[in-house]
């Protein structure tokens, strides 16, 4: 009873929190908006409507960003299309537990931009009609965005539902340096100890030694910080190549000879946990990395005092990006080496959708299919030219002025800190894809996988049968990967480990994961 009563209480609060951050974004939902029909919804050209129109985005705010109403992109949008919108912000940290209590609660806002809701998220709150389906709005109101989806196919593919319906629009982004992080190591340090570039993973491991021990920073303390990666299992992610594992369909998946194989109780895997748990007893990997936050993950990029990260881009450490070099994936001890991270080119999925509260989902359409066009997306990610940026050759670039203070880039755009719903293409990406990103990126490109599959759309049943088994098979996961890292249990628990998965039923979501890829195939 305690227990249910506390749980209640954390869900009021939080609820009572969001309502209070709309509240202090405007007022109520589309306050002193005009009535609008389809009719007053200009289909090309701007304004998108004559007489302006409100409305409340849920998005999720990183630690580099500046509040979103500051943000030129939405100020000068805002006089452009005659819509305001007024943004419920959250922190990354704790952003999911916030967006699910917005679907449980029902109080909803009209759109939900940089949300990062998942297939099985699309497919429970799409089903259960509190998100409106966007096709026929895409065929009508978006042409930007359905000229992508007729250019890349596997974009309507990769996001509409068995049942035909489209209930979420992904970032999308053709530029392939910006689907994959990179692996940048201290090449300084390096220098100093006399010391190659690994090439394998007993290199890595030598090379972290010599980072921790070897006084690379020259300071006479032993305060360097050898290894890092984002918190909690994203080393995994980072390291799973190099160990033969793949992240096929959008989650533990390797696919050979058409059979598709969940690898989280595999040899493989038990080799790979026991590497990273060398790494994490020997004190060579973050001891921080389960519980820094995003902020503080990034300054240790730009700290200078890292010897080991993974991150797509160098903005995080533009001040010393001298200092790092990318290199290729790790070839593993059984000689694999798989850059297992690239993701498709519907990226980032979720990355915007329509709620069933929205009175003007026509003007809303119109309002994001901006941001899929190159002009829209320089908008975004550039902010004012003259002011921001100017324009060489064709292609925006910051101006060097505004760069000298690197926080100034974070602090304009809503795309710094990853998940925004935009076209990234090679016209907007001088920034993320400088000649130094492109070198690390040519260093992965020979172990890229040929085929990339994205996570499938199951079917509502299905996909309620998937959220179910994964509900508990990925908390188990993470929970008993982690300890199995930190070594708060031994290898010798790994039977153990393997048949409770079994319990929990991974071999029939494995299943489910394999009648998805074979109709993908037909």
């Given at each position: 009873?305690?227990?249910?009563?506390?749980?209640?209480?954390?869900?009021?609060?939080?609820?009572?929190?969001?309502?209070?951050?709309?509240?202090?974004?405007?007022?109520?939902?589309?306050?002193?908006?005009?009535?609008?029909?389809?009719?007053?919804?200009?289909?090309?050209?701007?304004?998108?409507?004559?007489?302006?129109?409100?409305?409340?985005?849920?998005?999720?705010?990183?630690?580099?960003?500046?509040?979103?109403?500051?943000?030129?992109?939405?100020?000068?949008?805002?006089?452009?299309?005659?819509?305001?919108?007024?943004?419920?912000?959250?922190?990354?940290?704790?952003?999911?537990?916030?967006?699910?209590?917005?679907?449980?609660?029902?109080?909803?806002?009209?759109?939900?931009?940089?949300?990062?809701?998942?297939?099985?998220?699309?497919?429970?709150?799409?089903?259960?009609?509190?998100?409106?389906?966007?096709?026929?709005?895409?065929?009508?109101?978006?042409?930007?965005?359905?000229k992508l989806m007729e250019q890349y196919p596997e974009i309507r593919s990769g996001i509409t539902t068995p049942e035909g319906h489209?209930?979420?629009?992904?970032?999308?982004?053709?530029?392939?340096?910006?689907?994959?992080?990179?692996?940048?190591?201290?090449?300084?340090?390096?220098?100093?100890?006399?010391?190659?570039?690994?090439?394998?993973?007993?290199?890595?491991?030598?090379?972290?030694?010599?980072?921790?021990?070897?006084?690379?920073?020259?300071?006479?303390?032993?305060?360097?910080?050898?290894?890092?990666?984002?918190?909690?299992?994203?080393?995994?992610?980072?390291?799973?190549?190099?160990?033969?594992?793949?992240?096929?369909?959008?989650?533990?998946?390797?696919?050979?000879?058409?059979?598709?194989?969940?690898?989280?109780?595999?040899?493989?895997?038990?080799?790979?946990?026991?590497?990273?748990?060398?790494?994490?007893?020997?004190?060579?990997?973050?001891?921080?990395?389960?519980?820094?936050?995003?902020?503080?993950?990034?300054?240790?990029?730009?700290?200078?005092?890292?010897?080991?990260?993974?991150?797509?881009?160098?903005?995080?450490?533009?001040?010393?990006?001298?200092?790092?070099?990318?290199?290729?994936?790790?070839?593993?001890?059984?000689?694999?080496?798989?850059?297992?991270?690239?993701?498709?080119?519907?990226?980032?999925?979720?990355?915007?959708?329509?709620?069933?509260?929205?009175?003007?989902?026509?003007?809303?359409?119109?309002?994001?299919?901006?941001?899929?066009?190159?002009?829209?997306?320089?908008?975004?990610?550039?902010?004012?030219?003259?002011?921001?940026?100017?324009?060489?050759?064709?292609?925006?670039?910051?101006?060097?002025?505004?760069?000298?203070?690197?926080?100034?880039?974070?602090?304009?755009?809503?795309?710094?800190?990853?998940?925004?719903?935009?076209?990234?293409?090679?016209?907007?990406?001088?920034?993320?894809?400088?000649?130094?990103?492109?070198?690390?990126?040519?260093?992965?490109?020979?172990?890229?996988?040929?085929?990339?599959?994205?996570?499938?759309?199951?079917?509502?049943?299905?996909?309620?049968?998937?959220?179910?088994?994964?509900?508990?098979?990925?908390?188990?996961?993470?929970?008993?990967?982690?300890?199995?890292?930190?070594?708060?249990?031994?290898?010798?628990?790994?039977?153990?480990?393997?048949?409770?998965?079994?319990?929990?039923?991974?071999?029939?979501?494995?299943?489910?994961?394999?009648?998805?890829?074979?109709?993908?195939?037909?």
């Amino acid at each position: 009873m305690r227990k249910r009563w506390g749980r209640n209480m954390i869900m009021m609060m939080i609820t009572s929190s969001l309502m209070l951050a709309g509240c202090n974004s405007g007022g109520t939902n589309n306050e002193a908006s005009p009535e609008v029909s389809k009719n007053d919804v200009h289909t090309t050209g701007f304004p998108i409507v004559d007489e302006p129109v409100n409305l409340k985005m849920f998005t999720r705010i990183a630690p580099v960003n500046g509040p979103f109403k500051e943000m030129p992109v939405f100020q000068d949008y805002e006089k452009l299309s005659h819509v305001k919108v007024e943004f419920i912000e959250a922190q990354t940290d704790g952003f999911q537990e916030k967006k699910n209590l917005l679907f449980a609660s029902n109080e909803l806002p009209d759109a939900l931009f940089r949300s990062g809701i998942s297939p099985l998220e699309a497919i429970r709150y799409g089903s259960a009609g509190q998100l409106i389906p966007l096709e026929g709005l895409i065929d009508e109101y978006a042409p930007n965005l359905k000229k992508l989806m007729e250019q890349y196919p596997e974009i309507r593919s990769g996001i509409t539902t068995p049942e035909g319906h489209i209930y979420t629009i992904p970032g999308i982004v053709t530029l392939s340096a910006a689907r994959t992080d990179k692996k940048w190591i201290n090449q300084m340090w390096l220098d100093k100890l006399n010391l190659k570039v690994p090439e394998t993973t007993e290199e890595l491991y030598n090379v972290l030694l010599a980072f921790r021990d070897g006084d690379p920073n020259g300071n006479g303390k032993q305060d360097e910080l050898p290894m890092t990666a984002r918190v909690g299992l994203a080393v995994v992610n980072a390291m799973s190549g190099s160990f033969g594992l793949d992240s096929q369909l959008g989650y533990n998946i390797n696919i050979e000879n058409d059979k598709v194989s969940i690898w989280m109780g595999s040899d493989q895997n038990k080799e790979m946990l026991m590497y990273l748990n060398k790494l994490y007893k020997e004190k060579l990997l973050d001891q921080e990395i389960f519980s820094h936050t995003e902020a503080q993950y990034l300054a240790k990029q730009g700290s200078g005092n890292t010897g080991f990260f993974f991150d797509q881009t160098n903005n995080n450490f533009l001040s010393i990006k001298d200092q790092y070099t990318g290199i290729a994936p790790l070839e593993g001890p059984q000689g694999d080496r798989l850059q297992s991270q690239a993701l498709p080119i519907a990226r980032d999925f979720g990355a915007f959708a329509i709620t069933s509260v929205n009175k003007y989902p026509e003007v809303t359409m119109r309002w994001i299919d901006y941001f899929y066009s190159d002009e829209g997306s320089t908008l975004l990610r550039f902010g004012r030219e003259g002011e921001h940026y100017e324009m060489k050759d064709g292609i925006p670039y910051y101006k060097e002025d505004f760069l000298k203070e690197i926080s100034n880039q974070a602090k304009i755009t809503p795309y710094a800190g990853g998940g925004a719903p935009h076209l990234i293409s090679e016209q907007v990406a001088s920034f993320i894809n400088p000649p130094q990103v492109q070198e690390a990126q040519q260093k992965l490109d020979p172990f890229m996988p040929k085929v990339r599959y994205a996570a499938p759309m199951f079917d509502e049943q299905t996909a309620q049968e998937v959220n179910i088994l994964r509900n508990d098979i990925d908390k188990y996961y993470e929970e008993q990967s982690t300890k199995f890292i930190v070594g708060a249990i031994g290898f010798d628990k790994w039977e153990q480990f393997q048949t409770t998965l079994k319990k929990m039923r991974v071999e029939e979501l494995e299943k489910l994961y394999q009648d998805a890829f074979d109709k993908m195939q037909k």
